[in-house]
């Protein structure tokens, strides 16, 4: 009879184990198939990253596709509205223009029918004015001052006498001193650049003149002494500053003339046709009545 319990010891005995080796040679096998396989690549390490990651630039690379294809609607649906944006902006500005300019040609219009009536009157103002009273002469400045800057633009031509009488007038009226109130000042100013224009048309040779001089240095502020030099030049189409210079001879035509009471000398100069931007100062006055006073100016100031 079989004896159960031995049973199982009897086939583990009769099973033959690997010895050690045996065992060494299949471990030194399969670390020869791994050697021979290589290394295992991250794809095969994660293969669902790897195919998210495929999925993910696949999908990135069909967008970028599909922007570029729409880039250029994109830029020129851009531009459409800017422009239509500017265009909206615009037209309210531009129908503005339009009717300042409508109006302006109007103006111009009339202008033209008005300006012998304006010639007229101011030709009228002027030789009347040396008739009025004191006080009505010194409430009348503004508007002859007015007059006086028309005729010199609109080259209204008056007699010598009639401009000897504003100038006596104005000087009587001002106790010779027109610096004393704005408005006898700026009419007296006026008076100078009129009897400029004056001096332009009994000057035969003041079309021939020609701009022949040295370039003027720069002068800022209002100097303390004279330290600039010209003699026999013409100045033409320019703004001169007087102060801080001597001026021997020259001829100024066509320009503006500038003068804030500094130190001049000016020795037989002429100003044909200029215009006078001088503030209220005594050497002002003093060089302004010697123009009046001559078409050769002979003057000096040294302070």
């Not at 700026?186 to 009897?195: E, N, R």
């Not at 001096?199 to 040295?214: E, G, V």
Request: charged content about 25%; proline content about 6%; overall charge neutral.
């Amino acid at each position: 009879m079989l004896d159960l319990v031995d049973t199982p010891r009897a086939v583990v005995d009769s099973v033959d184990m690997p010895t050690e080796t045996a065992f060494n040679k299949l471990k030194e096998r399969v670390e020869q198939l791994e050697r021979h396989r290589g290394p295992v690549s991250w794809v095969q390490k994660h293969p669902t990253m790897a195919w998210i990651l495929g999925i993910s630039v696949t999908i990135i690379a069909v967008l970028v596709s599909i922007f570029l294809g729409l880039l250029p609607h994109l830029e020129q649906d851009s531009n459409l509205r800017i422009k239509n944006q500017v265009n909206d902006s615009l037209r309210e500005p531009l129908t503005k223009i339009d009717r300042m300019a409508q109006d302006i040609s109007e103006i111009k219009g009339e202008l033209t029918v008005l300006l012998p009536a304006i010639k007229d009157q101011a030709k009228k103002k002027i030789k009347e004015s040396p008739n009025l009273s004191k006080d009505q002469f010194e409430a009348q400045l503004p508007e002859l001052n007015a007059a006086l800057r028309v005729a010199a633009s609109e080259r209204i031509t008056l007699d010598v006498a009639t401009v000897r009488q504003v100038r006596d007038k104005l000087f009587q009226t001002t106790a010779n001193t027109p610096s004393r109130s704005r408005g006898a000042w700026d009419t007296f100013v006026a008076l100078i650049s009129y009897q400029s224009f004056l001096n332009a048309q009994i000057d035969p040779k003041y079309r021939s003149y020609t701009h022949r001089a040295p370039p003027l240095e720069p002068q800022a502020g209002i100097p303390s002494k004279i330290t600039r030099h010209y003699s026999n030049n013409v100045f033409v189409n320019l703004t001169v500053q007087l102060d801080g210079a001597s001026w021997d001879g020259d001829i100024f035509k066509d320009s503006i003339i500038q003068y804030n009471g500094g130190p001049v000398a000016l020795r037989n100069v002429r100003f044909v046709n200029c215009r006078f931007e001088i503030p209220t100062s005594i050497p002002a006055q003093e060089l302004g009545k010697e123009i009046l006073a001559s078409n050769t100016v002979s003057f000096s100031h040294i302070s």
